[in-house]
């Protein structure tokens, strides 16, 4: 049974022990610190031992969800008040769209400014994203004393061309190189993604995605595996962002594991809310970090997709889902709904205990990866634990990013 909101005991959040001796920085991202998707998920992880007062953050997308200042209130930050959604700019067309981006630009230039003359930033971090590099390409021109640093954590060009952003890609793709080359340093989420960079761009770049602490890691591999039952709770971390026949193939996969388990299925992707009526849908809104964490350790298995589209495969071939590895953090085993020509899919053949993967849009087939992944789920369970301590150590991964800071 699933239990109330009320019911639920949410751990006090620790206060994180923040590093000294590390310099001002600037980050400059799409999405303010509360947002960002699996991006900002990374950037958190990653930054949590970073100095409040050190920190200014430059958004150059307004937070639509209208989000509370819940994480890090104390980190100073500005927030670009408008921006053009992709629908907007296909719709008024490639010129017009052109000449708004332009102006938003200078709009987010003089913002660098404001943000760079109060803070006094030596670093500045720019995550890469087809929004904020040309922005960004130009900000940094404007300040060439400072150390410039790029984390890329999806391709700008691959998911610009998968979302039909209608930003002009040639453009994008010359200031993308631009900041690659100029950067101090530069890290992606995977090594496919590394290789490409170096084979373009000519370019070192270290492999980091989110982590978890140590001591949760310790924890969770002490802790005693749930008995194995006909009831099990599945979640999708984040939103699916996949083209029909999605979800309604995923939900009608659903209905046959019914037939053999009770799976309740915890969300936070709107397209889920029409249903929520059905009783075994759970529907949540965004929310901390640390209540995210208490909603895992009530789950089963985790379920990912990606888009089968052409540039849905790019994309999964490059970037690595963030949903996959929150999933492993927590010792969920995973169902991947998506390619296996993917950085998933080396995942799965590096340990194929750690998940499945389901290449099919057919409801029958993805209700049988669902069923598949709830047996020998003991060993999956421990080999997922194991996995994430090798692999996702926050004072290995976290050291490794922290340290291209220190001058």
């Not at 958004?59 to 629908?87: G, H, N, Q, T």
């Not at 943000?115 to 900000?139: E, G, N, W």
Request: aromatic residues 10%; charged residues 25%.
């Amino acid at each position: 049974m699933w239990y109330s909101d009320r019911e639920r005991t949410i751990p006090e959040a620790p206060m994180p022990e923040q590093m000294p001796g590390l310099p001002r920085l600037l980050v400059i991202a799409c999405y303010p610190p509360e947002g960002g998707g699996g991006g900002g998920v990374i950037m958190r992880s990653l930054l949590k031992e970073y100095p409040d007062e050190s920190i200014m953050w430059l958004a150059l997308r307004p937070d639509r969800s209208k989000r509370k200042k819940w994480y890090r209130p104390e980190v100073s930050r500005w927030i670009m008040p408008f921006y053009v959604p992709a629908k907007v700019g296909r719709l008024i067309g490639l010129a017009a769209a052109g000449r708004i981006e332009a102006l938003l630009e200078r709009v987010a230039v003089v913002f660098a400014q404001f943000a760079v003359r109060k803070h006094k930033p030596s670093d500045i971090l720019v995550v890469a994203d087809f929004f904020t590099i040309r922005s960004a390409s130009i900000i940094i021109n404007k300040f060439p004393a400072r150390r410039f640093h790029l984390t890329v954590h999806d391709d700008p060009l691959i998911t610009a061309r998968m979302i039909g952003s209608g930003v002009n890609l040639q453009k994008l793709e010359e200031a993308f190189a631009a900041l690659c080359r100029r950067a101090v340093t530069v890290d992606c989420v995977s090594a496919r993604m590394a290789l490409k960079y170096k084979t373009e761009y000519g370019i070192q770049s270290q492999i980091i995605t989110r982590c978890a602490e140590d001591s949760y890691l310790a924890q969770l591999k002490l802790k005693a595996v749930r008995p194995k039952s006909d009831e099990i709770n599945m979640i999708l971390c984040g939103w699916g962002d996949c083209p029909p026949p999605w979800p309604d193939n995923l939900m009608e996969a659903l209905r046959f594991v019914r037939n053999q388990l009770k799976v309740n299925f915890h969300v936070f992707d709107p397209k889920f809310l029409k249903y929520q009526g059905c009783g075994w849908v759970f529907f949540h809104e965004h929310m901390p970090e640390i209540e995210f964490d208490a909603l895992l350790a009530e789950m089963d298995i985790s379920y990912a997709p990606d888009p089968f589209t052409e540039e849905g495969r790019r994309f999964a071939a490059m970037s690595l889902s963030t949903k996959v590895v929150t999933s492993l953090c927590a010792g969920l085993p995973f169902v991947y709904h998506g390619p296996y020509d993917s950085t998933v899919g080396d995942l799965v053949r590096e340990d194929p205990l750690l998940g499945l993967i389901v290449e099919s849009q057919s409801p029958n087939d993805l209700a049988q990866g669902i069923l598949a992944i709830w047996e020998n789920y003991t060993a999956r369970v421990a080999a997922c634990r194991t996995f994430a301590q090798e692999h996702y150590s926050a004072s290995v991964i976290r050291r490794k990013f922290l340290s291209r800071f220190e001058h």
